[in-house]
């Protein structure tokens, strides 16, 4: 079975340009996670999709940042514009459905994409 | 609120050494906690879990670690090293509810020598 793929694995863009990242979960997982490493910082949650809905946005920094999941399967993320502080790595994590709301899914994380602002 | 303190950015043993990298949590709900551990170029991968069973949780590679509530901890423990537990490792905390977000640590980072 595939695991969580991300791609580019690498981007290096100008401040002002537009870079959209991608992920595709494991196949049949509804839940899709993206988040972001800055250098020297935690890793930290920006979203969580349930199927295609935005179940919760609340890491999103700012309006640049639109993430999309339609058909409930791959993700995109898009920067735009770019600025200097968007550089750092972002994970996307993919887990199956719930089957209760104590259970229990393990999150399965992709290599991620390291981005560099210039 | 939840929050994940790890002790240590940097950690150095030996090989054959015990490895013990800390992490203290913070959480108004009863919490999940994770080890994860990330190898050169690779994505996290999960070392181990508490998810309220047991106290003391065995994971991937040798590795455990054990849930205190008293102190707030779960730190994570290998009685003997290898050069290829040479990573980064994140300690993260989510909520008991299905789905939801993972808070990490900032990571700590072991060398291993020989």
């Known amino acids: 079975e595939a695991g969580v793929t991300q791609f580019p694995s690498h981007s290096v863009i100008e401040k002002g340009q537009t870079v959209t990242l991608r992920c595709d979960p494991i196949?049949?997982?509804?839940?899709l996670y993206w988040y972001r490493r800055v250098m020297g910082k935690e890793i930290k949650f920006l979203l969580h999709?349930?199927?295609?809905?935005?179940?919760?946005e609340s890491g999103m920094p700012n309006n640049r940042f639109l993430a999309e999941r339609t058909g409930g399967t791959y993700s995109t993320l898009k920067v735009q514009p770019a600025e200097l502080e968007d550089s750092g790595v972002y994970f996307c994590?993919?887990?199956?459905?719930?089957?209760?709301?104590?259970?229990?899914?393990?999150?399965?994380f992709g290599p991620g994409t390291r981005l560099t602002v210039l | 609120a939840q929050s994940v303190t790890q002790l240590g950015s940097h950690v150095s043993v030996s090989e054959g050494a015990l490895v013990l990298l800390r992490c203290n949590y913070s959480?108004?709900?009863?919490?999940?906690l994770f080890w994860y551990v990330q190898y050169p170029n690779q994505g996290l991968q999960l070392l181990l879990k508490?998810?309220?069973?047991?106290?003391l949780v065995k994971g991937i590679n040798g590795f455990e670690a054990e849930f205190k509530k008293s102190e707030t901890s779960f730190h994570l423990t290998k009685p003997s090293a290898h050069m290829s537990d040479a990573a980064e490792y994140f300690c993260?905390?989510?909520?008991?509810?299905?789905?939801?977000?993972?808070?990490f640590g900032k990571g700590t980072t072991l060398s291993v020598s020989s």
């Open positions: 959480s108004s709900v009863p919490p999940y």
């Open positions: 993260a905390v989510s909520s008991n509810q299905a789905g939801t977000a993972l808070i």
């Open positions: 994590a993919s887990s199956p459905g719930t089957s209760g709301i104590f259970s229990y899914n393990e999150q399965f």
């Open positions: 196949s049949g997982h509804d839940n």
């Open positions: 999709f349930v199927k295609e809905s935005k179940q919760d």
């Open positions: 508490y998810t309220s069973a047991a106290t």
